[in-house]
């Protein structure tokens, strides 16, 4: 153990120093930085993401109902053709599945609709009115022959032939609900396409989500996290990359400074320096390197296991992020892509993520283009490029890299 004012000394001690405030610094920007879709950062970006997508961000009213009017049709129709090929193989197969594939004729809606199609069918009777049940308005009988009624009998016996027909089919028979059926919009639009939020009721750029959390539209929307008290986001993933990294060094750093002291809590030198203390008639002393007394018993033990433990959870979560960023990914975006990886291989196809251009862009995208090292140190820069992966500098933001572009590209940036 060194001794205090020794070299050795200083620099664990200006290390330890180092960690915490990177560990500080990142945890308060990730925390205090706001990824909300009101904020003037954000529309800045957003312009300059539509510049570069081609997309005519609506100014106006107008030109907002008429937007979200395009996304709405646009979906519906990618939507109908998504399940166009399902329905083809639902009707050859003649396969119903009782919770997802109900016949029509079983909805409420739908029976009042066929009631009131069925009643149209019928001589107009004007001196008897019938409810919805059948019933006579006037006397409360429901007759055999009534238009209603007729009709509401022919759809609980077609009813009763389709459950008949289910509880003779066998599972293996059954059509699974596919997830196609249930994809989210955003699964249905291109890399760079625009949607709509209906909750924001602003434009939705490529890679964003609405978070129910904070209640905000956010751009490549990892997660929200609970320790930060924040959503993780465009404008402060970095932040929370850089807090993983500096945690997991410092329990490294913690676990490697108490292995030694705790591996040898119960020791023979453990031992040893309670005897060379008591013929030197002190009740405890610092005799030998990286040794407990007993007062430090509790203290070596709880930093050893602190450290091993969420050294150990911080490393897990550190490499999965690390993996999302060299492969251009989000954590939402790396559940879509093992859906649709498991699609591809199925039709043996190779699924290829539309966000990833290699490992050095992957890691510009986040970090920028200065030297890995020093992006890792304290910084409050605003990311270089684009929320969505576009090659060449294209992709790079015209408010942070004006000397990248060439004069007559920086107009279409103007906001």
């Given at each position: 153990?060194?001794?205090?004012?020794?070299?050795?000394?200083?620099?664990?001690?200006?290390?330890?120093?180092?960690?915490?405030?990177?560990?500080?610094?990142?945890?308060?920007?990730?925390?205090?930085?706001?990824?909300?879709?009101?904020?003037?950062?954000?529309?800045?970006?957003?312009?300059?993401?539509?510049?570069?997508?081609?997309?005519?961000?609506?100014?106006?009213?107008?030109?907002?109902?008429?937007?979200?009017?395009?996304?709405?049709?646009?979906?519906?129709?990618?939507?109908?053709?998504?399940?166009?090929?399902?329905?083809?193989?639902?009707?050859?197969?003649?396969?119903?599945?009782?919770?997802?594939?109900?016949?029509?004729?079983?909805?409420?809606?739908?029976?009042?609709?066929?009631?009131?199609?069925?009643?149209?069918?019928?001589?107009?009777?004007?001196?008897?009115?019938?409810?919805?049940?059948?019933?006579?308005?006037?006397?409360?009988?429901?007759?055999?022959?009534?238009?209603?009624?007729?009709?509401?009998?022919?759809?609980?016996?077609?009813?009763?032939?389709?459950?008949?027909?289910?509880?003779?089919?066998?599972?293996?028979?059954?059509?699974?609900?596919?997830?196609?059926?249930?994809?989210?919009?955003?699964?249905?639009?291109?890399?760079?396409?625009?949607?709509?939020?209906?909750?924001?009721?602003?434009?939705?750029?490529?890679?964003?989500?609405?978070?129910?959390?904070?209640?905000?539209?956010?751009?490549?929307?990892?997660?929200?996290?609970?320790?930060?008290?924040?959503?993780?986001?465009?404008?402060?993933?970095?932040?929370?990359?850089?807090?993983?990294?500096?945690?997991?060094?410092?329990?490294?750093?913690?676990?490697?400074?108490?292995?030694?002291?705790?591996?040898?809590?119960?020791?023979?030198?453990?031992?040893?320096?309670?005897?060379?203390?008591?013929?030197?008639?002190?009740?405890?002393?610092?005799?030998?390197?990286?040794?407990?007394?007993?007062?430090?018993?509790?203290?070596?033990?709880?930093?050893?296991?602190?450290?091993?433990?969420?050294?150990?959870?911080?490393?897990?979560l550190l490499g999965f992020h690390i993996y999302l960023i060299l492969t251009g990914h989000t954590t939402i975006e790396f559940h879509a892509s093992l859906y649709k990886r498991r699609i591809a291989k199925r039709r043996g196809m190779k699924y290829m993520h539309p966000y990833d251009l290699g490992l050095q862009r992957n890691w510009e995208q986040v970090y920028g283009t200065q030297n890995p090292v020093l992006a890792l140190l304290p910084s409050t820069r605003e990311p270089e490029f684009l929320p969505v992966a576009i090659p060449g500098d294209k992709g790079y933001r015209w408010s942070s890299n004006k000397h990248r572009l060439k004069p007559e590209d920086t107009a279409i940036f103007t906001v």
């Amino acid at each position: 153990m060194e001794e205090p004012g020794s070299i050795l000394y200083i620099i664990h001690i200006a290390f330890a120093m180092f960690l915490l405030c990177n560990v500080s610094f990142n945890y308060a920007l990730c925390v205090c930085t706001t990824n909300d879709d009101k904020s003037h950062k954000y529309n800045i970006v957003v312009r300059e993401l539509a510049a570069a997508t081609g997309y005519d961000y609506p100014e106006s009213g107008a030109d907002l109902k008429r937007s979200k009017h395009e996304y709405e049709e646009k979906l519906m129709d990618r939507r109908q053709k998504k399940l166009a090929p399902q329905s083809n193989v639902f009707t050859s197969n003649h396969a119903v599945d009782s919770r997802t594939f109900l016949p029509s004729t079983l909805t409420a809606a739908s029976m009042l609709t066929a009631a009131e199609e069925g009643s149209a069918n019928f001589p107009d009777n004007s001196h008897n009115s019938f409810d919805v049940a059948g019933r006579n308005k006037n006397s409360g009988e429901c007759p055999s022959h009534s238009p209603i009624s007729s009709r509401l009998s022919q759809i609980v016996d077609e009813s009763r032939s389709t459950t008949a027909a289910l509880n003779n089919t066998p599972n293996s028979a059954v059509s699974k609900p596919s997830p196609g059926q249930t994809a989210h919009a955003w699964t249905l639009l291109g890399s760079e396409e625009w949607g709509f939020c209906s909750r924001t009721n602003k434009p939705k750029p490529p890679r964003s989500h609405f978070d129910s959390v904070t209640g905000t539209l956010v751009m490549n929307m990892d997660h929200y996290c609970p320790w930060m008290f924040n959503t993780v986001g465009y404008f402060n993933y970095r932040y929370f990359c850089n807090f993983l990294f500096y945690v997991f060094v410092a329990t490294a750093y913690g676990t490697i400074m108490s292995f030694k002291p705790f591996y040898g809590i119960d020791g023979e030198d453990y031992r040893n320096q309670i005897k060379m203390s008591r013929a030197q008639h002190v009740s405890a002393k610092h005799l030998i390197p990286y040794v407990a007394i007993p007062s430090e018993r509790l203290t070596v033990c709880m930093s050893f296991m602190l450290c091993v433990s969420i050294g150990c959870a911080v490393a897990t979560l550190l490499g999965f992020h690390i993996y999302l960023i060299l492969t251009g990914h989000t954590t939402i975006e790396f559940h879509a892509s093992l859906y649709k990886r498991r699609i591809a291989k199925r039709r043996g196809m190779k699924y290829m993520h539309p966000y990833d251009l290699g490992l050095q862009r992957n890691w510009e995208q986040v970090y920028g283009t200065q030297n890995p090292v020093l992006a890792l140190l304290p910084s409050t820069r605003e990311p270089e490029f684009l929320p969505v992966a576009i090659p060449g500098d294209k992709g790079y933001r015209w408010s942070s890299n004006k000397h990248r572009l060439k004069p007559e590209d920086t107009a279409i940036f103007t906001v």
